[in-house]
């Protein structure tokens, strides 16, 4: 769990510290930050990332003292569950498959709202009220694929192609911490003109200058690239594995296998890196059984983050006229898998915003307990055309604003965001 205030160093066994939190301990590895006892540190995704001296530390914790516990309450008040309405609901861990199938058929709108309900009570019951805020900078749009799905594949002529130079990916991570971010995600379409060195140099300079878990989202590369890349610095990956029907994912990824893929992501796993994956619901011809299947998937890859979200048809795409998922569609799969793995970080998408206004407060109240921001500078933001309905025109400090404003209405603690 990755509280990213201070929190103080309690004692070290080999690589890993227990660390404290106004009397909450948690445990974090150690890779590359060597502490002791008594030392402040930052931590992300169970990783120490960062050491923060003493007299910074403590100035940021008085800050958060009263907030840390009064958030907790507000999260407490609205996590209360009157009755269960929905004996299936009681099960947790243990739904079968046709229980699950039930729960993606609930229509009715107090049934739903007690599927949800009980999701976010177990969220709070196994994790409490932290919440993860991740930034995601998109550094390239040029892609060397040709996913129907995905507005930036190489078939797609009409969008504006462009790649950030390592100034101005430094330049936006720069930004970004400095608003606060403690995990960032780099994220491209699959694009060799960023070789190994490159983006190994990249990861270096930004691990040397902040103490923040830092994330590849760059598809297929080989085993080796993503092991520099790790041993740069570089200890997360997000990879999804968009669908676990390999019929499916052969004719919605021309020339890809997905057992290619997913073996990538258990080599990642083996390197040690903190993965993030999932799939994208409401593909065509995809059943509900195929997404308990990807749920069920995601869970056996062991992920630190679940991350699925809505298919959002491209109109430059063959997609195109595929129908929407509902947000209802989606908020079902974040509370069903809450139940299925109850301890699970699972991120509300920046996808899920195109659904609806209310899209992000809705993913947190059904189970989800992670954010991600769109950190990619105004003028590339609009050309990393993955899917339309993107926010693009507001400014990052007023996305960041709205996200604590609305983190603190939940009483989650944004500890990536400080405060
Ligand atoms: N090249 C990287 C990043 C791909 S883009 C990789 O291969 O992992 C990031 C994610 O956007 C994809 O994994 C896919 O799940 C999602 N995506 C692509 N097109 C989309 C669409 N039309 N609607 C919603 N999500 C989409």
Sequence with gaps: MCYAIPGKVVSVDNKTVTVDYFGELRKAHIIDTMVQPREYVY????????????????????????????????????????KVSFPILKKVETLTKNEMLTLLAVEDKSELDSFYHTANKIRKERLDNACCVHGILEFSNYCSNNCLYCGINCSNKSIERYRMSEKEILDAVDYAVQLGFKALVLQSGEDLYYTDGMLVNIVKKIRKKHGILLFMSIGERSKDSYKKLYEAGAYGALLRFETGN????????????????????????????????????????????????????????????????????????PLTSVPKPTLDDILKVIALTRIVDPEAKILVTTALETLSFDAKEKGLMAGGNSLMINITPQKFKKSYDLYPGKVIDEPLEETVKKTVGLLHSLGRAPTDLGV
Aim: proline share 6%; aromatic share 8%.
């Design 43 to 82: 931590a992300q995704g169970g990783i120490v990332v960062g050491k923060i001296s003493e007299n910074e530390a403590l100035p940021i914790l008085e800050t958060w003292k009263d907030h840390f516990f009064e958030l907790k309450k507000i999260d407490a008040g609205l996590s209360i569950l009157d």
């Design 246 to 317: 390999s019929k499916l994912y052969t004719h919605l990824r021309p020339g890809k296998k997905l057992e290619d893929r997913l073996q990538l992501i258990c080599e990642l796993n083996n390197i040690g890196f903190v993965i993030a994956t999932g799939f994208l619901i409401g593909l065509p011809n995809q059943t509900k059984k195929d997404i308990i299947n990807d749920i069920l998937l995601t869970k056996s890859l062991q992920p630190d983050m679940y991350s699925f979200g809505p298919l959002i048809p491209h109109p430059a795409t």
